[in-house]
């Protein structure tokens, strides 16, 4: 199988809807032992989740704005397992007044939390985990992204954060190549997650998609973008780091609508 015998860390799997509870369990179809973090209110729902994964796993606490969680998190990992194949940072947050038309508006105090736990974090989970990863022989960390390349409505501060995330994920695979460790994005297309919840505008999302993807785009199914992980945690992408990977019908490389036939000869 393609994940045989990696060990992985998933964190953000908080509905069935979620990429990283598909990550988790296309993982462990495909071999690995996974285990999973919560905090607050959220990790007695991921606790749940984790029973309803192929193989039930553990669930750690990981607040990513506290250093002592990840210190504790790597402690664990390295008395579990004493090494790290790969790690999904599924995790981001906005404040409401820093999304829907609050880009002017928004304060620091709005503005500062969405860096913090959308870009910042990704930057602290590599420094916590890096010793882990190099012990795996370098592993693959990977950030769930969504284009920051130009304006979505409504997505505002978070669109910045993502444009963030992306400029961290190219100065962490500079910082963590020396060691191996492979540093990606994988940049989805719009699915119906919790996180889709807090966009007022997200129906826009949906229009562009339906309009504009190639491939098509099922806003209801992640397993497209949790392969993808799957096979950046893999061992056949050994050259791969400081990308961000388009898991997207195709939008992003489209500049105008498209109708594509069907195979009846209709278009859809």
Same mark, same amino acid.
């Given at each position: 199988?393609?994940?045989?015998?990696?060990?992985?860390?998933? +964190?953000?799997?908080?509905?069935?809807?979620?990429?990283?509870?598909?990550?988790?369990?296309?993982?462990?179809?495909?071999?690995?032992?996974? #285990?999973?973090?919560? $905090?607050?209110?959220?990790?007695?729902? +991921?606790?749940?989740?984790?029973?309803?994964?192929?193989?039930?796993?553990?669930?750690?606490?990981?607040?990513?704005?506290?250093?002592?969680?990840?210190?504790?998190?790597?402690?664990?990992?390295?008395?579990?397992?004493?090494?790290?194949?790969?790690?999904?940072?599924?995790?981001?947050?906005?404040?409401?007044?820093?999304?829907?038309?609050?880009?002017?508006?928004?304060?620091?105090?709005?503005?500062?939390?969405? $860096?913090?736990?959308?870009?910042?974090?990704?930057?602290?989970?590599?420094?916590?985990?890096?010793?882990?990863?190099?012990?795996?022989?370098?592993?693959?960390?990977?950030?769930?992204?969504?284009?920051?390349?130009?304006?979505?409505?409504?997505?505002?501060?978070?669109? #910045?954060?993502?444009?963030?995330?992306?400029?961290?994920?190219?100065?962490?695979?500079?910082?963590?190549?020396?060691?191996?460790?492979? #540093?990606?994005?994988?940049?989805?297309?719009?699915?119906?997650?919790?996180?889709?919840?807090?966009?007022?505008?997200?129906?826009?999302?949906?229009?562009?998609?339906?309009?504009?993807?190639?491939?098509?785009?099922?806003?209801?199914?992640?397993?497209?973008?949790?392969?993808?992980?799957?096979?950046?945690?893999?061992?056949?992408?050994?050259?791969? +780091?400081?990308?961000?990977?388009?898991?997207?019908?195709?939008?992003?490389?489209?500049?105008?609508?498209? #109708?594509?036939?069907?195979?009846?000869?209709?278009?859809?």
């Amino acid at each position: 199988m393609l994940l045989s015998d990696k060990r992985l860390l998933i +964190t953000g799997v908080l509905s069935r809807r979620s990429i990283a509870f598909a990550a988790a369990r296309a993982a462990q179809e495909q071999g690995a032992e996974v #285990v999973l973090t919560g $905090f607050g209110r959220g990790l007695r729902i +991921t606790t749940a989740l984790a029973e309803e994964l192929p193989a039930p796993c553990a669930v750690l606490e990981l607040d990513v704005t506290r250093p002592e969680h990840l210190a504790a998190v790597a402690e664990d990992l390295d008395r579990r397992w004493g090494r790290l194949d790969g790690i999904l940072h599924a995790v981001a947050f906005a404040p409401p007044g820093a999304l829907d038309g609050g880009f002017i508006d928004a304060s620091w105090d709005e503005v500062g939390p969405a $860096f913090q736990i959308s870009a910042y974090s990704f930057a602290a989970m590599g420094r916590a985990f890096a010793p882990l990863l190099a012990g795996a022989g370098g592993g693959s960390l990977i950030g769930l992204d969504f284009d920051a390349g130009q304006v979505w409505p409504g997505y505002d501060w978070m669109g #910045v954060a993502k444009a963030g995330l992306e400029s961290c994920c190219r100065y962490l695979a500079h910082a963590l190549g020396p060691q191996g460790t492979r #540093v990606n994005l994988v940049a989805a297309g719009p699915l119906r997650t919790i996180a889709a919840t807090a966009i007022g505008s997200f129906g826009v999302f949906e229009q562009v998609w339906a309009e504009r993807a190639p491939l098509g785009w099922d806003v209801e199914d992640p397993m497209p973008v949790a392969r993808t992980c799957c096979a950046l945690w893999s061992d056949w992408l050994p050259g791969v +780091t400081g990308e961000v990977l388009h898991v997207d019908g195709g939008v992003h490389a489209m500049g105008a609508a498209v #109708v594509v036939p069907a195979a009846n000869g209709g278009a859809r």
